[in-house]
């Protein structure tokens, strides 16, 4: 898959400060719960071009999110041109 994306992620959890998991690290209280919104300013996708899609998503982890190991997560697009939810 082929893509280039320029936008802005806001991203929270319930850890101390700063989510451990994008620095390597545990969560602080054994389970990362987060959620996050991101807005592409400008991107494509396999030659689709997704500028200005915005979506949420509320991952749970157990253990640092890193591919495989995000045990629930829903998403949901913001644009009415791609509404829907769907679990990651």
């Known amino acids: 898959m082929a893509y280039k ?6 991203e929270v959890c319930n ?4 989510c451990p998991c994008w620095l390597g690290e545990d ?7 987060s959620a996050e919104g991101y807005h592409i300013d ?7 071009d997704v ?8 991952p749970t982890s157990p253990v640092i999110f ?7 997560c829903s998403s949901w697009m913001t644009e009415p ?8």
Not at 42 to 48: E, K, L, P, R, S
């Open 5 to 10: 994306l320029e936008g802005r992620l806001l």
């Open 66 to 72: 890193w591919p495989g190991t995000i045990a629930l």
């Open 27 to 33: 969560p602080d209280f054994g389970e990362c719960y």
């Open 51 to 58: 500028s200005g899609l915005r979506w949420v998503s509320s």
């Open 15 to 18: 850890c101390n400060i700063a």
């Open 81 to 88: 041109r791609l509404r829907r939810k769907r679990r990651c």
């Open 42 to 48: 400008t991107g494509v996708v396999d030659g689709v």
